[in-house]
């Protein structure tokens, strides 16, 4: 009885260790992906600026480009969450 109560302790230590495990690196992958999709946002910015007149080495976005970068950014931290949230559930 002895023996099967320790082998039962380390199953659910090594059980305990692959739940962090697989936490962590969900975690990391959703930390990844947004930083991935702030990227994409500030290129799309960077791709949008437009020079202002009479001030040489000055930009400009203009409000079109900047409210569609918002929700460029919204849309793909949605996906990042929800990509997260069903791995999650699924113990992936």
Known sequence: ???????????AQMRAEAQAKLLAQLST???ACKASAEMAKN???ARNQQPVKRKPG?????QAAQDEA??????ANAA???THD???????
């Not at 000055?58 to 203009?62: A, H, L, S």
């Not at 069903?86 to 992936?92: E, I």
């Open 43 to 45: 290129e799309f910015l």
């Open 1 to 11: 009885a002895r023996k099967e109560m320790e082998t039962l302790r380390a199953q």
């Open 70 to 75: 918002s929700a460029m950014l919204e849309q």
């Open 58 to 62: 000055q930009f400009t976005i203009p």
């Open 29 to 31: 992958d959703l930390e």
């Open 80 to 82: 990042c969450q929800s």
């Open 86 to 92: 069903s791995r999650l559930a699924a113990g992936q």
